[in-house]
């Protein structure tokens, strides 16, 4: 399987470079498991695709301002950093650029207090990272840091808080990446799915280099992903059983959500817990064993995330969907519209 099987044109205009004026009111495909185009309607419709008894999974990780500036000392040189997972009390995985002017060694300084160390190298061309002072971290990130908005948007939003889900949960910060599929629900959109009959579960999975990393191997399957770590607890293993159970359909919001639900699929089944990182890679072929359904955004050509989407429903018919699409001018990535496969 070749990864330019999965490469796809998209007019520049048609990429969204801000959020849609309401959350809910970004435009939603729907497409059958088949790969069959359902409908179009406004997100704030999703009921209507819904049933009482049907569980919603979603990933409350919450996006830090994790893009720093800083400049290496004795040299000045400013090097850009990006956060992505925490290795333990002010240690840090992180990508760095630009790489080759940070040694082993290296210190870059972010302000009159801030320093950060580099200490080993990374698999995937970063670099670990040690903060100094001891726990003054995350204060200086609220006060230093930015959102890591991806290089395909050009303006930072007017609002901050719109890459950011309304479910996010302040005590699992860690993401350097928001779970896009999310950006399009409100507290109403919420409340309206649980009077309706709809559950709602939550995990959390921290967006890093594994779900945005492009694919730069001719050969899918050569692809190594990277680790991101994912928590789901044992009340929402057993709930996610039991609406199996009823007949109910376990439909994950986002490719971050079905990725920890498919590497958690043992301990779910086993109605336990999971905590642990993850590499899993989805692609077609995949036996998907835990979703039946999924809400998502429409993904940049030739990433793990089109890849992921495929597995459920077909190469062609993602394709296909993509053409419908964007001959109907759906905006596309993070600040773009979304389509539901249920």
């Given amino acids: 399987m070749r990864t330019s099987d999965f490469n796809y044109d998209l007019p520049e205009e048609l990429i969204a470079q801000e959020p849609a004026d309401q959350r809910d009111h970004s435009n939603l495909l729907v497409l059958n498991r088949s790969g069959d185009i359902v409908d179009d309607l406004k997100f704030y419709q999703l009921k209507k695709y819904l049933r009482p008894g049907d569980r919603l999974v979603f990933n409350n990780s919450k996006v830090i301002p994790a893009r720093l500036y800083g400049e290496k000392e004795i040299s000045g040189i400013e090097i850009e950093i990006l956060l992505l997972n925490e290795l333990g009390p002010d240690r840090w995985e992180a990508l760095v650029k630009p790489g080759r002017r940070v040694k082993i060694g290296t210190k870059i300084r972010f302000d009159d207090e801030l320093v950060a160390e580099a200490l080993e190298y990374t698999d995937f061309g970063g670099r670990v990272l040690e903060f100094k002072p001891s726990g003054n971290l995350q204060a200086k990130l609220n006060q230093l840091g930015e959102m890591p908005l991806p290089p395909y948007i050009k303006k930072k939003p007017e609002n901050p808080d719109r890459y950011q889900t309304v479910y996010a949960d302040s005590d699992k910060e860690g993401s350097a990446a928001a779970p896009t599929a999310g950006l399009h629900f409100t507290e109403e959109i919420l409340k309206e799915l649980e009077d309706y009959g709809v559950d709602l579960s939550y995990l959390t999975l921290h967006v890093g280099l594994g779900t945005f990393r492009p694919v ?46 498919e590497s958690a699929a043992s301990s779910i089944m086993n109605r336990v817990g999971a905590k642990a990182w993850t590499d899993i890679f989805i692609y077609p072929g995949y036996d998907f064993k835990i979703i039946d359904g ?26 296909d969907a993509y053409n419908y699409a964007i001959e109907n001018n759906y905006r596309f990535y993070s600040f773009g519209d979304a389509m539901i496969i249920i």
Avoid: C, Q, W
């Fill in 294 to 319: 999924l809400l998502t955004n429409f993904h940049l050509p030739e990433s793990t995330l089109i890849m992921l989407v495929a597995a459920l429903i077909g190469k062609e018919e993602v394709l």
């Fill in 216 to 261: 730069k191997v001719d050969d899918v399957e050569e692809h190594d992903m990277h680790e991101e770590y994912y928590e789901i607890d044992k009340e929402t293993a057993n709930d996610i059983m039991n609406t199996k159970k009823n007949g109910g359909r376990v439909i994950s919001v986002g490719t971050t959500s079905v990725r920890a639900l």
